[in-house]
């Protein structure tokens, strides 16, 4: 698509008929995969992100152990079929730097200091793509570690605002995103109030980033309520068994 399109219709609704202020679907699976000892896959929308996780286990090679916390390792990866064209599988640079950002949010939640000499192996494929996908990475590494059973301060929840033909969207799709005037992707522990990951891609006024953060905020809390909800029904599944 060369020419932008119409992001905003005339009846008010955004190019998938969602309100301005709506969460696209949501669904979370936990324990997907027998080989992990934990993993998820968390959707929103379009996108779709499988996390596994491993450890904490000893480190090798044994110097590169940290003396006083787990050490985390961290990969964000799209997977070839994940997009309109097919991406190349090698790691690029916006991958490698998602991997980055991904990594020191999972750093300031995950209770590290008691796990000393360790690691613990995170790794994110994204399955499909349509936008949102570090912050569906992200959750889907978060619910992983919770079927993991890691300790941590809490679940991460995190969702992108932006701004189509000058109105504060939630949740931008890969239209928005691309054609959009801003896009900021959040992520907090929203039982702490803190936050983990905020990236601002575009333009927005001092009011407009006010009043998009608590668009945010207000997304986070119904995406948080999902999450646990998931966790719970996880439990009793255990317990059942
Ligand atoms: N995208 C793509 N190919 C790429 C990178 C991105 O098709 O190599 C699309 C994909 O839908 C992605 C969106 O562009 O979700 C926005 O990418 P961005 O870098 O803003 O990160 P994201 O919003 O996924 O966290």
Do not use: C
Request: hydrophobic share 45%; net charge negative; aromatic share 6%.
């Amino acid at each position: 698509q060369l020419q932008k399109p119409k992001l905003i219709l005339e009846n008010g609704l955004r190019t998938d008929g969602r309100k301005l202020d709506e969460l696209r679907p949501i669904k979370i699976e936990l324990g997907v995969l027998k080989n992990a000892d934990g993993s998820a896959i968390f959707e929103m929308g379009n996108t779709k992100v499988i996390a596994a996780v491993y450890g904490p286990k000893e480190m090798h090679p044994r110097h590169l152990a940290l003396p006083d916390k787990a050490s985390l390792r961290v990969r964000y990866h799209m997977t070839p079929f994940s997009t309109d064209e097919r991406k190349n599988p090698a790691p690029s640079r916006r991958e490698i730097e998602l991997s980055k950002v991904i990594r020191e949010a999972l750093e300031s939640t995950i209770l590290l200091n008691l796990f000393p000499r360790t690691v613990i192996d995170i790794f994110m494929e994204v399955l499909q793509a349509d936008a949102g996908t570090r912050l569906v990475a992200l959750m889907a590494a978060s619910m992983a570690l919770a079927d993991a059973g890691i300790p941590m301060r809490d679940l991460i929840a995190g969702v992108a605002v932006g701004k189509a033909d000058g109105s504060l969207v939630l949740d931008l799709n890969e239209q928005e995103d691309m054609w959009g005037e801003a896009d900021m992707p959040i992520a907090v522990l929203p039982s702490l109030g803190q936050v983990v990951l905020l990236q601002l891609n575009g333009f927005m006024t001092p009011d407009e980033f006010r009043r998009a953060f608590e668009l945010a905020q207000k997304g986070i809390s119904s995406i948080y309520a999902l999450q646990k909800e998931a966790l719970k029904n996880k439990y009793l599944e255990y317990k059942e068994e």
